[in-house]
């Protein structure tokens, strides 16, 4: 079996021509970050967990700098902190990956969390298992819930089949969300792109998101694969798929990846996807595994420095508002 692609790897790749353009667009601004886009963001991926009240297996057992990081309570409080000054209007939920028997308990907890308002958090995307035999009962409780906007199960686990997506009890609870107009999240690994492609096609009625850019440091597949992959997914047949800004941050600290080096990898998604069909994402807490939601935030408006208003304006706000319908 093929290694899978270490972040060191993935940030060795580069594209000359991305790294001199957004070189120059650095240079070009001031070193107060003057130029940079100062809109509005939409934050479309937003982790909490009260382990008093949840306990995610994963979390659980974290070791090392994940368990440093990621295994003590993480709260909306401590997200609006780590948002201060950022200009994040609006957050949307996703789910930790709870046990089973927590995904109620979890959905209900956010949804309550939105409805009590003081914070940008307004929607929540939860956790669910299309393929279970209840999952139609699982949603009921939800009809006409304002702030639940799609479902999600963490696929890119090592011990899930490339193609377990395409089960027909799967197909069928994806394409369930549809019919309630749901949306489902797309969490695969780089090898299974190219089932999460059928998967889409399987399901012409549904929404989806793929996270994390398709995670193209995740799986037993190099960047190459992860390219053609994505691109099957963006021309998919049916169009309404969009992809989040994230996840390609990596295991690294602030000093070890400038934007230059993440450039490659966000264009390769603004590229397939056009700017119509992307919207950023904190990833938070997640994302101090590799840095700070701040830094993130200043990443990406560097990549994207040198673009036309509208286009980093739709992909930091404009985007996210109208597939969630934000308002």
Not at 42 to 57: A, G, R
Not at 229 to 253: E, F, M, P, Q
Request: aromatic content about 8%; hydrophobic content about 45%; charged content about 25%.
């Amino acid at each position: 079996m093929n290694r899978p692609l270490s972040r060191r790897d993935f940030l060795k790749v580069g594209s000359s021509a991305v790294a001199v353009a957004v070189a120059a667009a650095a240079a070009s601004m001031g070193a107060d970050g003057t130029g940079l886009y100062d809109g509005e963001i939409v934050d479309t991926h937003v982790h909490l967990w009260d382990l008093s009240k949840l306990k995610p297996p994963w979390v659980a057992s974290a070791t090392g700098r994940a368990r440093a990081v990621l295994g003590h309570d993480h709260l909306l409080a401590d997200y609006v902190e780590a948002a201060r000054g950022l200009r994040i209007t609006r957050g949307v939920y996703m789910e930790v990956d709870v046990a089973e028997e927590d995904q109620a308990r979890e959905a209900k907890s956010v949804s309550d969390l939105c409805a009590a308002g003081g914070s940008p958090l307004v929607a929540a995307v939860i956790s669910g298992r299309p393929a279970a035999a209840g999952f139609a009962a699982y949603l009921d409780p939800f009809r006409g819930n304002p702030f639940i906007k799609g479902v999600r199960q963490v696929l890119h686990r090592a011990d899930m089949p490339a193609r377990s997506c395409l089960e027909p009890a799967f197909v069928r609870g994806v394409r369930e969300l549809g019919r309630r107009g749901l949306s489902f999240d797309l969490v695969l690994r780089n090898d299974q792109l190219d089932s999460g492609a059928e998967l889409v096609d399987l399901c012409p009625g549904t929404r989806f998101v793929l996270d994390h850019c398709g995670n193209p440091h995740a799986g037993t597949a190099g960047l190459r694969a992860w390219e053609q992959g994505l691109a099957r997914i963006a021309a998919a047949k049916n169009r309404d798929v969009v992809c989040k800004v994230s996840g390609v941050y990596g295991n690294v600290s602030d000093r070890a990846w400038p934007a230059e080096r993440l450039a490659p990898l966000v264009r390769a998604v603004i590229d397939r996807f056009g700017w119509d069909r992307v919207m950023f994402a904190g990833d938070w807490p997640v994302v101090d595994l590799g840095s700070s939601l701040r830094g993130w935030v200043a990443a990406v408006k560097r990549i994207v420095a040198a673009d036309r208003p509208e286009h980093q304006a739709g992909l930091f706000a404009g985007n996210a508002r109208k597939f969630y319908a934000l308002g």
